[in-house]
């Protein structure tokens, strides 16, 4: 396969949890049961909890196939994490099935965790290798105001889902909490959530503040002497070797995969980049990036923005054109 034809992969990317992560995008832009007041991707479109089918199988499955096949030492992991919530999609647990027939490569999802109360979709990905659950509060009130959930969801059916789902799941469960300075920062409500962690005893729970552009241009990442009180609570809840602060940027990106335009679109609809990686990686593969990343700007395909005073490459969702 081509892989200027890819569309439902991307990368792979230097995860500061998974290594290189070969990313897999089955699920349309911004379908999600939250919108994220600090998502990267900014606010979700079409907000939803009803799981449905979004794109056929077989496709996604040889994509993956075939990425891995001509890249087999460059890929630590294959990752559902796509430009919204994986487990609206209702073959995600069909596809790990087939991704697992044609490569022995661990699979991993990234999920909100707000689906979780629904068996069947945690039947889903009962079979991956890695599942790495959102847990941003456990009080009603932050809830809401970080993660704006569909209003159908409740908060304790979301935990209660989670539970049952740690209690099952035989692979490496690890959590994420996203610290949004003056929403989910009290101490009140670190104590509460760290102390809910440990109750469903994860091999590892990351602490992260937002280091790409958000969604709305408030959310700010607390301040030091915050990172270090949760830090403190977290590690006091589940053990030194259990916690793990995400507060600093991901590592460069360092290669592009095909042709350039078709590998920077990819990847930067799922995962905005920081200009200067950009640059560093195509500089590898052309003459001129500046000139490939401003064409792309002049087309309506990117955008480049800046947060923390950091450029950053972003998809410009509401021009997209169809990778084919």
Known sequence: MDLCRFRYVFGPVRSRRLGL????????YKTCSYSCTYCQLGRTTDLTIERRPFFEVNQVVNEVHAFIDRFDSEVDYVTFVPDGEPLL???IGETISRIKEVTSKPIAVITNSSLLYLEEARADIAYADLVSIKIDSVL???WKAVNRPHPDLKL?????GVEEFAKSFKGRLVT???LVEGFNTSAEELEQISSYIRKINPVKAYIAVPVRPPAESYVKPPEPSKLVEAYTLFTKALGEDRVELLNLPEPPEYKVYGDSETWLLN???VHPLRLNYAVRALERIVEDPLAVIEKLKMSGEIR??????EDFIVRAFNNQRLLK
Not at 156 to 160: D, G, H, Q, R, T
Not at 304 to 309: K, P, Q, R
């Open 21 to 28: 992560s070969l990313g897999v995008n089955n699920v349309p």
């Open 304 to 309: 480049v923005v800046i947060y923390e005073g």
């Open 89 to 91: 999609d209702i073959r």
């Open 156 to 160: 304790e059916n979301v935990l209660a």
């Open 140 to 142: 009603c009130r932050s």
């Open 176 to 178: 994420e909490t996203m």
């Open 267 to 269: 990847l930067v609809s």
